[in-house]
């Protein structure tokens, strides 16, 4: 079975922050970071130890500060991430990650072919399948694997069968 779509940096960028946002290593970053903002709460009680009085002002200004950092923080720190990745993916000659695509599902494995070439996978090196809104990520290592756009179907029917027979072929059932 073939299945032909075009791939934009903005599908590399989609399969780069479905990472981010679903790496644990990622998370315990962000978890750390956002809760540093409980030093906005010691500022004023250290200065208000140093001073000898307790200074409600800047007590309610840094609570709130903390607050605001807690809530929106996150926002930040993806959309820090995204900018990185865009940086990276515009730097260079990337011409090989966009444009059309074929990919073929075999009984030994996906084929991938482009302009660039050939790229033949082994079931045995797939290690997760995920799926959004907008993609089919095929994973061969934690950040690395196949990004396939959902218009790539012509159908949700189409779709399912592709999600059935990669499944069932990782499985080993059938090819």
Do not use: C
């Not at 990622?26 to 956002?34: A, E, S």
């Not at 079931?123 to 995920?130: L, Y």
């Not at 756009?149 to 949700?156: E, G």
């Amino acid at each position: 079975m073939e299945y032909h779509y075009t791939l934009t940096k903005d599908d590399y960028v989609a399969f780069n922050m479905h990472h981010a946002q679903h790496s644990e290593r990622v998370q315990k970053v962000l978890r750390v970071q956002r809760w540093m903002s409980l030093i906005f709460l010691l500022i004023p009680l250290l200065v208000s130890w140093v001073e000898g009085e307790f200074l409600l002002g800047m007590f309610v200004a840094f609570a709130l500060l903390a607050v605001l950092w807690f809530l929106f923080y996150p926002k930040y720190f993806y959309g820090s991430i995204k900018k990185n990745i865009v940086k990276v993916i515009n730097e260079g000659d990337n011409s090989s990650l966009t444009g059309e695509y074929t990919m073929m599902v075999t009984e030994d494995g996906l084929v991938e072919k482009s302009s660039k070439g050939e790229v033949k996978t082994p079931w045995s090196s797939i290690t997760q399948i995920k799926e959004t809104d907008e993609h089919i990520f095929i994973l061969v290592s934690a950040m690395s694997g196949y990004v396939i756009p959902i218009s790539a179907f012509a159908d949700v029917k189409a779709l399912q069968q592709f999600k059935e027979k990669l499944n069932a072929a990782r499985a080993g059932k059938t090819g």
